[in-house]
Each structure stands twice: as C-alpha cells, then as structure tokens.
C-alpha cells in the first residue's frame, strides 16, 4: 500500500499540469474560429424528457453522438450542421424500458438504427441562434426547428472546440411513434448538447 500511495502521488505534478487553471472555454463569439468541424462523441449527448402518467418527470438520453458543422463566425448564416444519433445508445437506468424503447412499437432500432438531423438555415443572434432543418427519425423525415445557444468557444489540447446547447419540441406521433398516447405525451422536448472541435493548426 505505501508504494501504490507513493506512485499515486508521483505522478500528482504531471496530472496537475494537464489540467488548465481555469475553464478554457468561454461563452464568447469572438472566439470561435471558422473551419470545419467535428462532433466530440465523448462531450456530447441528446436528453429527452417525457410525463409518466402525470405522476413524475421522467428522462432518457443517447450518448456517442457524431456529426460535424462548418461555421464562419462572419458569415453565420452560411452554418450547416450535421448530427446523427444511434438510437441503440439509449439509457433510462432502466433495462427493461430501455428494451421496450428499441422495439418496433417505438423506436424500431433494428430497422432505423440512426437519428438524422440536417440544418437548412441558420439565423444568428448572437451567442444564440435559430436553426431549421430536416430530423429523420423512424425512417420519417419532418421539419423541426432548433433554438441554439453558445456554451462555449476556445482551444483545448490542441484542439479549437465550440459546445452548444440545442432545444427542440418533435410530435412522436409524426414519426410513426404513437404507442402510450395520451397516456404519454404526443410532444416530447429534446436537448441536444453538442461538443464540436477541430484541430487548432488547420482551417
């Protein structure tokens, strides 16, 4: 035990000196440089949130993430954004309910395995923005309209990152979801939280 406790605390310098003094990302337009960009998996996550039987609020979200935007901070309304989402990732903390998600009375994950979203304008207003685009979901595809506001933007090992947050209404129905209505909501709001980088060095 002493030689673990003093390999730990070896490497306690190293470790510090990682780690940024303060938070490298700010919530500044300024900061965000124009180029091309791709979604960081690990930082980025889709959240919904559903009424259970109007008894409790209850939430689900999809990890692994992928996708990309280009942006040009002078030219915003030029940004395309791109954004996919593997239902198979789905978690409730639930087994069971994350299984009955991925059937085909709901999700149908064998057959539409990815959630696609596609901007087709974009209309800045400063650290936020409106984005409208086209989400396929359960082999449908509508309209939706996504409300966008800037997290952060700066350099980050290496690497220049902008987050986001995205907040979205869909109608399930619309999508060929409609089990559980009305004793589950029609209109389910997401959040879309998207971490996007580029290397620093490139354009």
Not at 63 to 78: E, L, Q
Not at 137 to 152: C, I, Y
Request: overall charge positive; hydrophobic content about 40%; charged content about 20%.
């Amino acid at each position: 035990m002493p030689l673990i406790a003093g390999l730990a605390i070896s490497h306690l310098p190293v470790v510090a000196q990682q780690i940024p003094k303060q938070p490298p990302g700010k919530a500044e337009v300024s900061r965000i440089s124009a180029g091309r960009y791709t979604v960081d998996p690990l930082h980025s996550q889709v959240t919904f949130t559903v009424n259970h039987l109007g008894f409790s609020t209850y939430r689900g979200m999809f990890g692994n993430v992928t996708g990309s935007m280009i942006i040009d901070p002078k030219a915003p309304f030029k940004t395309k954004v791109v954004i996919d989402i593997p239902i198979r990732s789905i978690t409730t903390t639930v087994k069971q309910l994350d299984a009955h998600l991925l059937a085909p009375s709901f999700f149908d994950a064998a057959r539409f395995p990815t959630a696609h979203f596609e901007s087709t304008s974009v209309k800045s207003m400063g650290k936020r923005a409106r984005i409208e685009g086209r989400l396929t979901l359960k082999g449908t595809t509508r309209p939706v309209v996504l409300d966008a506001s800037l997290v952060g933007a700066g350099v980050m090992m290496g690497k220049r990152t902008v987050g986001f947050d995205a907040t979205m209404l869909i109608r399930r129905s619309a999508f060929g979801i409609s089990e559980g209505i009305p004793l589950i909501p029609d209109e389910v709001p997401l959040v879309i939280s998207v971490a996007f980088e580029k290397p620093e060095r490139n354009p």
